[in-house]
């Protein structure tokens, strides 16, 4: 998804004069949750992603727009009612498609399931990058199964303050991880106020950026770095 790569927000600070990157100093002391629950053995799994804070669920669309850096972005969420058999493990498909300046720049498939515990696992992504509306790479994708990527938990079953999770463990391609901040606080964006969120920063080790992201109960994500979500059908 849009998190794996180095964001250009307001809140993103890269490599500190002792050599030491956001990321890191983010990371430290934290105790990360074992993502073995999302292994690919550890089934059964279910394509009913019920998770309070990220709901996933077929014909469910989210839009969320704001500035990126010096343009205007726009990401639309889309659950398609489509599945793919990643390491041996049928998975929900979801669309992400990106504009900057209402110019399209990117679009992936993410690959997500449900574990027994209620964590949200994700096995990867299909990205397809644009430059002038011309197919011009697919930096960033990943698969549970190759060059050593396994799943991540993306939203864990039974969030807490302070807990650390790895979002993605592909190694040198995307490794991003979250720290729980706050859960349970009211919070409004143009798209409605909601009673119920969740706050993470998302961490980025290899770019060496934090980046805050919030979710909504019942909604799934609602602020993403300087995007704020401006609809929600579901």
Same mark, same amino acid.
């Given at each position: 998804?849009?998190?794996?790569?180095?964001?250009?927000?307001?809140?993103?600070?890269?490599?500190?004069?002792?050599?030491?990157?956001?990321?890191?100093?983010?990371?430290?002391?934290?105790?990360?949750?074992?993502?073995?629950?999302?292994?690919p053995?550890?089934?059964?799994?279910?394509?009913?992603?019920?998770?309070?804070?990220?709901?996933?669920?077929?014909?469910?669309?989210? @839009?969320? +727009?704001?500035?990126?850096?010096?343009r205007?972005?726009? $990401?639309?969420? %889309? #659950?398609?009612?489509? /599945?793919?058999?990643?390491?041996?493990?049928?998975t929900?498909?979801?669309?992400?498609?990106?504009?900057?300046?209402?110019?399209?720049?990117e679009?992936?498939?993410?690959?997500?399931?449900?574990?027994?515990?209620?964590?949200?696992?994700?096995y990867?992504?299909?990205?397809?990058?644009?430059?002038?509306?011309?197919?011009?790479?697919?930096?960033?994708?990943?698969?549970?199964?190759?060059?050593?990527?396994?799943?991540?938990?993306?939203?864990?079953?039974?969030?807490?303050?302070?807990?650390?999770?790895?979002?993605?463990?592909a190694?040198? @391609?995307? +490794?991003?991880?979250?720290?729980?901040?706050?859960?349970? $606080?009211?919070? %409004? #964006?143009?798209?409605? /106020?909601?009673?119920?969120?969740?706050a993470?920063?998302?961490?980025?080790?290899?770019?060496?950026?934090?980046?805050?992201?919030?979710?909504?109960?019942?909604?799934?994500?609602?602020?993403?770095?300087?995007?704020?979500?401006?609809?929600?059908?579901?």
């Amino acid at each position: 998804m849009r998190s794996w790569r180095i964001a250009t927000g307001a809140l993103v600070v890269f490599v500190t004069a002792c050599g030491v990157t956001a990321a890191e100093k983010a990371l430290e002391g934290a105790t990360m949750l074992d993502v073995s629950v999302c292994d690919p053995g550890r089934g059964p799994f279910t394509l009913e992603i019920t998770n309070p804070y990220l709901p996933l669920l077929p014909g469910q669309q989210s @839009v969320l +727009e704001g500035p990126d850096g010096s343009r205007m972005g726009r $990401v639309q969420i %889309t #659950v398609l009612d489509e /599945t793919e058999v990643v390491a041996g493990v049928e998975t929900r498909v979801v669309e992400e498609r990106e504009w900057l300046d209402g110019n399209l720049v990117e679009v992936s498939r993410n690959y997500f399931v449900q574990a027994g515990d209620g964590s949200v696992c994700y096995y990867g992504e299909e990205v397809d990058d644009y430059k002038d509306g011309e197919l011009s790479g697919h930096a960033g994708a990943w698969r549970v199964g190759e060059r050593d990527a396994l799943p991540g938990i993306l939203m864990p079953g039974a969030p807490a303050v302070g807990m650390a999770h790895a979002q993605e463990v592909a190694p040198g @391609v995307a +490794e991003d991880a979250a720290i729980i901040m706050e859960i349970g $606080v009211p919070y %409004t #964006v143009p798209g409605g /106020t909601f009673d119920d969120t969740l706050a993470t920063q998302d961490v980025d080790p290899l770019g060496g950026g934090v980046d805050p992201k919030r979710y909504a109960r019942g909604v799934g994500l609602i602020v993403d770095e300087q995007l704020v979500l401006t609809s929600f059908t579901g």
